[in-house]
């Protein structure tokens, strides 16, 4: 995955249709550009295996170094000739690090980054020491392939590239979208139309959209939007709040 190149998305096997490509980040295909490579492409024998059972014995299989290795390579490789920069390794693992939109903010504006999607119990370990250069999860729960947490996380890098969304703004405002402490609130509430709805419909809840979105008055709209940003932020997740006096 990298940015700018000015090239389309050329998704393909393992993941041959990518959620991403249903989503806004589809409408941008020349900001970014996506290349899938298969380790088992780089195997030698008729079943085009690249997995075995682990040494120490247990359950699952492991990942075989070689195949990664070679796949590695030509990777590299192809990229050089291409003139593209070398690329840091990310293995996706719930060992690493928590994803977050200050991780993604950072690979958004950094020129990419080989995603390892691992498979089965484990990768082996000499190929994990040997080239990767940092971990991310998704969280504290274990699925069963790689590919959708790189999905995830590719969906959150690509929408913050210049040209993905309508309104490049709109990202600005999203959910943890400033790393810096006092800003990292939760977004404000959203309305559109109709201005009330129809009586009934939605119980004790005011059916009116609140009054001063419809002043016209900007800087009315943002001092209610950050008061709600912020009673929203108390409310869901205070801890994002501790760092405020800091
Ligand atoms: C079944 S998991 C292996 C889990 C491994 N035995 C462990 O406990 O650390 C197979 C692959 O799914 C991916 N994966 C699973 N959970 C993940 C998570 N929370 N975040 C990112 N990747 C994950 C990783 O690429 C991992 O190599």
Redesign the pocket.
């Known amino acids: 995955m990298s940015q700018g190149e000015r090239q389309p998305l050329h998704p393909a096997s393992p993941a041959e249709d990518p959620p991403v490509r249903s989503s806004r980040v589809r409408h941008a295909p020349d900001a970014y550009f996506l290349r899938c490579w298969n380790p088992r492409d780089y195997t030698f024998d008729n079943y085009r295996r690249i997995d075995d059972r682990p040494y120490g014995g247990g359950p699952?299989m492991v990942?075989l170094a070689e195949p990664l290795l070679r796949c590695l390579a030509d990777l590299r490789g192809t990229r050089a000739r291409e003139g593209r920069p070398p690329l840091p390794v990310i293995?996706?693992?719930?060992?690493?690090q928590h994803?977050s939109q200050s991780r993604a903010q950072r690979l958004a504006a950094s020129p990419g980054a080989i995603l390892?999607?691992?498979?089965?119990?484990?990768?082996d370990q000499r190929f994990l020491d040997a080239e990767v250069d940092e971990e991310?999860?998704?969280?504290?729960?274990?699925?069963?392939?790689?590919e959708l947490?790189?999905m995830l996380l590719l969906d959150a890098v690509v929408r913050l590239l210049p040209g993905v969304l309508n309104h490049g703004e709109s990202a600005e405002q999203d959910s943890f979208a400033d790393g810096a402490p006092a800003q990292r609130l939760l977004d404000c509430p959203h309305y559109t139309r109709p201005e009330v709805l129809p009586p009934g419909l939605v119980g004790d809840v005011d059916p009116a959209v609140p009054a001063v979105l419809l002043s016209g008055n900007h800087r009315d709209i943002d001092q209610w939007r950050h008061a709600r940003a912020l009673e929203a932020t108390c409310a869901k997740r205070p801890d994002l709040l501790v760092d405020l006096g800091s």
């Open positions: 699952g990942m293995y996706l693992s719930p060992q690493g994803f390892l999607c691992g498979r089965y119990e484990a990768i991310i999860s998704m969280g504290d729960f274990v699925v069963s392939g790689g947490p790189a």
